[in-house]
Structures are given as structure tokens and as C-alpha cells.
């Protein structure tokens, strides 16, 4: 089994900046693809961003590129999600997810993802 750690959420203002970290732990995958989602209340699950385990390819939702970087360093199993210029509308629960297989293109659906974390909160106020 995989074990998945976010961290790193909190309460910050408009503007400002956090950056979430994704920690995994027991079976290692030599080939997968971890992601980023959130989820606002009653709405559904929505992809936010992707990384390939070489890091060579990574894939983002419309509403958060040129302000959300994702990363990943390998040698410590942790993804990260650097998030600059927050906006209010970037409220919600942070999860991460791996999907453990080899891809070519990132998958958007949580339904590709297979491990989860317990997720992190971030409420960006206005």
C-alpha cells in the first residue's frame, strides 16, 4: 500500500503565497504520475495539477497556470504544489494523488488516481 501525507495549508490572504507539500510513503512505484486536486464545498473534486515521476512532463488546470508550480523530488518521495497570487476562489481541500502508471498524457480525472491523501485545507481570504 502507498501512504500519502499533504501539509502545508493554512489561512492566507489575497496575494499571498503557500506551498503544499505531498509526502509518500510504503510502496514505491518506478513509474507514476502524481497529482494535484481540490475540492470546494459541494463541489466536486477538480484537477489542479500534474507531474510524471521524471519530471519531465507536468500538466495544469486553466485557472491556476502562470500562478501554481508543481514539483517533485524524488530522492525524498515528495511532490510539492507551490501556489503564488492566491485568489479567494482557490479555497478548498488540497489532495494528492498517484496514479501508479506510465503516461504520456496526465490524466485530469481523479478516477485515474488510485492512492490518496487525507488532504489540507487552504482558505484564501479577500
Known amino acids: 500500500q502507498v501512504q500519502l501525507v499533504e501539509s502545508g495549508g493554512g489561512l492566507v490572504q489575497a496575494g499571498g503565497s503557500l506551498r503544499l507539500s505531498c509526502a509518500a510513503s510504503g510502496r514505491i512505484f518506478s513509474r507514476y504520475v502524481m497529482g494535484w486536486f481540490r475540492q470546494a464545498p459541494g463541489k466536486e473534486r477538480e484537477f489542479v495539477a500534474a507531474?510524471?515521476?521524471?519530471?519531465?512532463?507536468?500538466r495544469y488546470a486553466d485557472s491556476v497556470k502562470g500562478r501554481f508550480t508543481i514539483s517533485r523530488d524524488n530522492a525524498k518521495n515528495t511532490v510539492y504544489l507551490q501556489m503564488n497570487s492566491l485568489k479567494p476562489e482557490d479555497t478548498a481541500v488540497y489532495y494528492c494523488?498517484?496514479?501508479?502508471?506510465?503516461?504520456?498524457?496526465?490524466?485530469?480525472?481523479?478516477?485515474?488516481?488510485?492512492?490518496w491523501g487525507q488532504g489540507t485545507q487552504v482558505t484564501v481570504s479577500s
Open positions: 507531474i510524471i515521476w521524471s519530471g519531465d512532463n507536468t
Open positions: 494523488g498517484i496514479d501508479p502508471s506510465w503516461r504520456i498524457i496526465l490524466p485530469i480525472s481523479a478516477d485515474e488516481y488510485d492512492y
